[in-house]
């Protein structure tokens, strides 16, 4: 499948997504989250995808919406919630049910609904020399795309308050110390160590990673009693795959697991 | 100066609230939580604030309940827990909830130890600064035998630990702002000699933001922390519309492509 705006390919059990705009730092154009919904969506029926990995062509990951094409129409102020509803939250949404791991290589500056794209992951690797940045209340807007949502689970209230309100950068190191993130590391060495987090991931037992994700999220808004239940229905399918049966035996003969993901 | 329990100054679109019982390290007796929830009311009305900062006059931001409160327990002859709870409804809490409806940047200037109810209060507003030498600490129940109120068990997990609030919780001990900075309880920690300039510099900010927006992003993150990731979804979008729809975005993105600084109007 072919997109305007980003590249899809699957090699190795990887799907990798490129947000390709990279003379505007990657930034959301017309209807490019639906592009990455689907390119999601492709990934996660395609048996041969274990893990989703999303970064930028260029020098930026994704700089949030273009403002040259979404800023107010000279004719009366454009509705900005209603591209939200069509394109913006459809593609967070299609990120939170995936089954599969999703992985964001943050090479560059991360501002914005790209920010809000970066924390929809799982997991976050970012080169040191990238930004985080809540910028949208220097325009007088205010955090879109499930930012409100991620961000004070992932860093705290106060944190999170300071991000939204103040819109200054934090750097990678501070994201990582933060727990923003899960890891920065130096510019040259993102490839690589992105590189074994896709391949640990794209070996691992498919079905089991896929409802650990779905997991911690629930538990955000479930009792501990609830969660229980949750684990235990999770355990129930994760024990049933052919994968937990090879990770006992290779526990047991003292070998790596092969898994297969099913 | 003025004997007054708070003190208020509005200038240049900050309202300066000083809370100005030191002999007593501003401790929250009647008259005082009374004034704080008056003014948490005059600013959230007045249009000419923008930005407020709450901060303590001499050595304490705010040590907690007032000792004349407990003194009044002993003698009350009544139940004490009923008392502690009727103050609550009465002064406590609405002042707390009317802090909490103030549609503007809230900024704790915490200049010395907040304690007991003294932390809730700090940490009820959106940006903690904090003065090195200052610390907080959650006296309720180890020193006490209560818990911990007035939003202190709400805000303390939201620092993002589970298990930073139920070692403070349970153990009172005191959590150096340095501490508390390096673990996100509070935004940030400076040295003492330039808390001023540090709180200068962010209410003068704030005065001349968005304020419309900075109003909708506090009710977004307060919402946020029982929604679900569908919900806040929602509700994104419709502030964002909102939002959208405001002078001060408009003059955003005008700024943003001629590559200038916004003048916000704060609508």
Same mark, same amino acid.
């Given at each position: 499948?072919?997109?305007? *705006?980003?590249?899809?390919? *699957?090699? !190795?059990?990887?799907?990798?997504?490129?947000?390709?705009?990279?003379?505007?730092?990657?930034?959301?154009?017309?209807?490019?989250?639906?592009?990455?919904?689907?390119?999601?969506? =492709?990934?996660?029926?395609?048996?041969?995808?274990?893990?989703?990995?999303?970064?930028?062509?260029?020098?930026?990951?994704?700089?949030?919406?273009?403002? !040259?094409?979404?800023?107010?129409?000279?004719?009366?102020?454009?509705?900005?919630?209603?591209?939200?509803?069509?394109?913006?939250?459809?593609?967070?949404?299609?990120? #939170?049910?995936?089954?599969?791991?999703?992985?964001?290589?943050?090479?560059?500056?991360?501002?914005?609904?790209?920010?809000?794209?970066?924390? /929809?992951?799982?997991?976050?690797?970012? $080169?040191?020399?990238?930004?985080?940045?809540?910028?949208?209340?220097?325009?007088?807007?205010?955090?879109?795309?499930?930012? =409100? &949502?991620?961000?004070?689970?992932?860093?705290?209230?106060?944190?999170?308050?300071?991000? $939204?309100?103040?819109?200054?950068?934090?750097?990678?190191?501070?994201?990582?110390? &933060?727990?923003?993130?899960?890891?920065?590391?130096?510019?040259?060495?993102?490839? /690589?160590?992105?590189?074994?987090?896709? =391949?640990?991931?794209?070996?691992?037992?498919?079905?089991?990673?896929?409802?650990?994700?779905?997991?911690?999220?629930?538990?955000?808004?479930?009792?501990?009693?609830?969660?229980?239940?949750?684990?235990?229905?999770?355990?129930?399918?994760?024990?049933?795959?052919?994968?937990?049966?090879?990770?006992?035996?290779?526990?047991?003969?003292?070998?790596?697991?092969?898994?297969?993901?099913? | 100066?003025?004997?007054?329990?708070?003190?208020?100054?509005?200038?240049?679109?900050?309202?300066?609230?000083?809370?100005?019982?030191?002999?007593?390290?501003?401790?929250?007796?009647?008259?005082?939580? #009374?004034?704080?929830?008056?003014?948490?009311?005059?600013?959230?009305?007045?249009?000419?604030? #923008?930005?407020?900062?709450?901060?303590?006059?001499?050595?304490?931001?705010?040590?907690?309940?007032?000792?004349?409160?407990?003194?009044?327990?002993?003698?009350?002859?009544? #139940?004490?827990?009923?008392?502690?709870?009727?103050?609550?409804?009465?002064?406590?809490?609405?002042?707390?909830?009317?802090?909490?409806?103030?549609?503007?940047?809230?900024?704790?200037?915490?200049?010395?130890?907040?304690?007991?109810?003294?932390?809730?209060?700090?940490?009820?507003?959106?940006?903690?600064?904090?003065?090195?030498?200052?610390?907080?600490?959650?006296?309720?129940?180890?020193?006490?035998?209560?818990?911990?109120?007035?939003?202190?068990?709400?805000?303390?997990?939201?620092?993002?630990?589970?298990?930073?609030?139920?070692?403070?919780?349970? =153990?009172?001990?005191?959590?150096?702002?340095?501490?508390?900075?390096?673990?996100?309880?509070? &935004?940030?920690?400076?040295?003492?000699?330039?808390?001023? /300039?540090?709180?200068?510099?962010?209410?003068?900010?704030?005065?001349?933001?968005?304020?419309?927006?900075?109003?909708?992003?506090?009710?977004?993150?307060?919402?946020?922390?029982?929604?679900?990731?569908?919900?806040?979804?929602?509700?994104?979008?419709?502030?964002?519309?909102?939002?959208?729809?405001?002078?001060?975005?408009?003059?955003?993105?005008?700024?943003?492509?001629?590559?200038?600084?916004?003048?916000?109007?704060?609508?």
């Amino acid at each position: 499948m072919s997109y305007k *705006h980003i590249l899809a390919e *699957h090699r !190795d059990g990887v799907c990798r997504i490129t947000l390709n705009r990279p003379e505007r730092l990657n930034a959301f154009a017309g209807m490019m989250p639906l592009e990455i919904k689907a390119a999601i969506e =492709t990934a996660e029926h395609d048996p041969e995808v274990r893990v989703i990995a999303i970064t930028g062509a260029g020098r930026g990951f994704c700089a949030g919406a273009d403002l !040259d094409s979404s800023g107010p129409k000279k004719d009366g102020p454009r509705d900005a919630g209603s591209v939200l509803e069509t394109a913006y939250n459809p593609m967070i949404k299609a990120m #939170r049910d995936c089954r599969k791991p999703m992985v964001a290589v943050v090479n560059g500056p991360c501002a914005g609904a790209g920010m809000s794209l970066a924390l /929809a992951c799982d997991i976050i690797i970012a $080169a040191k020399s990238a930004i985080f940045m809540q910028a949208f209340c220097n325009i007088g807007l205010v955090p879109d795309a499930g930012s =409100t &949502w991620y961000l004070p689970r992932q860093i705290g209230r106060a944190r999170a308050l300071g991000m $939204a309100l103040l819109g200054g950068k934090v750097t990678a190191d501070e994201a990582a110390d &933060w727990g923003m993130i899960w890891k920065a590391v130096d510019d040259d060495r993102l490839q /690589a160590e992105s590189e074994a987090i896709l =391949t640990k991931l794209a070996s691992g037992p498919t079905v089991g990673l896929g409802l650990i994700r779905r997991a911690i999220h629930a538990s955000f808004g479930n009792r501990l009693s609830d969660q229980l239940d949750l684990e235990r229905d999770s355990q129930r399918i994760a024990g049933s795959t052919a994968d937990f049966a090879e990770g006992v035996s290779a526990f047991l003969q003292k070998r790596q697991a092969r898994f297969r993901g099913a | 100066m003025s004997d007054e329990p708070l003190l208020v100054d509005v200038r240049e679109g900050v309202a300066w609230l000083t809370m100005n019982r030191p002999k007593v390290l501003n401790g929250l007796d009647s008259a005082l939580t #009374r004034a704080l929830w008056h003014a948490f009311e005059s600013v959230e009305e007045d249009p000419a604030v #923008r930005a407020v900062v709450l901060t303590g006059n001499g050595r304490a931001f705010n040590a907690g309940a007032d000792i004349s409160l407990l003194q009044k327990l002993a003698t009350s002859g009544e #139940r004490p827990g009923e008392v502690v709870a009727r103050a609550m409804d009465a002064e406590f809490n609405p002042m707390m909830r009317a802090l909490g409806a103030i549609r503007k940047p809230v900024i704790a200037r915490v200049n010395g130890p907040a304690a007991g109810g003294g932390a809730s209060l700090a940490l009820a507003c959106d940006i903690v600064v904090a003065a090195r030498s200052a610390y907080f600490q959650l006296t309720f129940g180890p020193n006490l035998g209560i818990v911990p109120d007035i939003g202190g068990s709400w805000l303390f997990p939201r620092g993002g630990s589970r298990a930073r609030a139920l070692g403070l919780s349970l =153990t009172a001990e005191r959590l150096s702002a340095p501490d508390a900075a390096a673990c996100g309880l509070i &935004w940030s920690c400076v040295a003492d000699d330039l808390l001023d /300039a540090e709180v200068g510099k962010l209410a003068k900010r704030f005065a001349s933001g968005p304020t419309l927006a900075y109003g909708l992003i506090k009710e977004l993150l307060d919402e946020s922390a029982t929604n679900s990731l569908d919900h806040q979804l929602r509700l994104e979008r419709d502030f964002q519309r909102a939002a959208g729809s405001s002078a001060d975005f408009a003059e955003g993105v005008a700024a943003f492509l001629g590559k200038r600084q916004p003048v916000f109007k704060g609508r």
